[in-house]
């Protein structure tokens, strides 16, 4: 029994040796660490931020009208270029009846005032001659003749002020009644004229609608709507956790969605001082002038992308922002450096700005040096102080 138990436990002790050295000859058959390098490069790093917009117009022009009426015709077409004072539209008024009416009882009230006028010219102007004719005699006094002279010559004016009520009171008649009326030539108000040199780039209404005259109670309509589309700009929003980022004068690249491979550099010119709630955050609005330096036309309303460059840096050595470690107890960054076959040495570096990709190295390396890639495997090797 106790030799049994003996070759038991040697035959024990031999397996646990066999399984010992297998397994330490099948570690050394694994293949060691191998890290490898990259090196710094000259890059351009840009920092920047997005928000998204449309393109629209610097300035967009309404034509009203100045008279209400229905669209008798219309002249130009959208997408049409206008000078400043062709022919838009014409208007054919619908006379007001009311207004209509009192501009008739208007007429006759001044014609009525007219003749008596008259009447009344004409009795002072016999009695002026009568006693003309006596002072010439001698048998008034000039203070006396004087007087009568006085009171003509007001009856007089008094006939051409009832003459020029009663032109006035026609006029305006004709104005109600026809929308323009002799004398007023080619500021007759039933021919729209364009205020602006531009683009059509909406005619909302067409022949037959009616449309409402702009006064101190109405916007009026809307004839067409003009802009120079030489000068667009961006209109976009930004959210409040950038907002404090950007400032305005920075440099703008904007995308069009509609426009392939093609990017049009712009300016930040406003940033909204006060924020508007949307779906929970809060947004604010900014614009930008477009300094359109090719022929390529923008259409007004786009929708596009604005990177707003909030920090460049050209041609700086650079390297991937993976690369950099940082010190456990200082926080500080570093970089391992190749110095022989797989071994690497330590080196503190001094950074400047990233893009989230590369960062800037202002000092601490060369751009000869091999920088371990030391996260390539599973886990984080620390570094052996």
Do not use: C, H
């Amino acid at each position: 029994m106790k030799r049994t138990s003996t070759v038991v436990v040697l035959v024990l002790i031999v397996v646990i040796f066999a399984t010992s050295l297998f397994y330490l000859w099948n570690k050394n058959q694994e293949d060691p660490i191998t890290y490898v390098t990259e090196s710094p490069v000259d890059q351009t790093i840009i920092v920047k931020t997005v928000a998204t917009g449309n393109i629209v117009p610097k300035e967009e022009v309404l034509i009203k009208p100045n008279i209400s009426g229905v669209i008798e015709d219309i002249y130009i077409e959208a997408g049409e270029y206008v000078k400043s004072g062709d022919l838009i539209a014409k208007i054919r008024v619908i006379p007001n009846v009311s207004s209509l009416t009192s501009a008739k009882n208007t007429i006759a009230s001044n014609e009525t005032a007219l003749q008596t006028a008259k009447i009344n010219f004409e009795t002072q102007e016999s009695n002026y001659l009568r006693q003309k004719t006596l002072f010439e005699k001698g048998v008034i006094s000039e203070n006396d003749f004087e007087g009568v002279k006085n009171t003509y010559l007001q009856t007089k004016q008094a006939v051409s002020q009832a003459e020029i009520n009663v032109k006035s009171a026609k006029q305006n008649f004709d104005i109600i009644k026809t929308g323009t009326t002799s004398g007023l030539g080619n500021i007759a108000q039933t021919l729209i004229r364009s205020t602006v040199s531009g683009m059509v780039l909406d005619v909302p209404v067409k022949a037959g609608n009616q449309v409402i005259e702009a006064n101190n109670f109405n916007e009026g309509t809307s004839i067409a709507s003009l802009a120079d589309i030489n000068k667009m700009i961006f209109e976009g929003k930004v959210d409040e956790s950038e907002v404090g980022k950007i400032k305005e004068n920075l440099p703008l690249e904007i995308t069009v969605g509609a426009i392939e491979n093609k990017k049009f550099d712009a300016v930040l010119d406003y940033i909204a001082p006060k924020g508007v709630e949307e779906n929970g955050a809060i947004q604010f609005e900014i614009k930008g002038s477009l300094k359109k330096t090719d022929s390529t036309f923008i259409r007004a309303g786009l929708s596009a992308n604005a990177s707003i460059i909030l920090d460049k840096a050209e041609n700086v050595l650079a390297i991937k922002e993976a690369l950099v470690q940082y010190d456990d107890k200082t926080k500080k960054p570093f970089v391992e450096v190749e110095t022989a076959n797989q071994k690497f040495e330590r080196k503190d570096v001094d950074l400047g700005i990233s893009d989230g990709i590369f960062v800037q190295v202002k000092n601490g390396i060369s751009k000869d040096d091999k920088i371990k890639v030391w996260n390539q495997i599973q886990g984080t090797p620390k570094y052996a102080q």
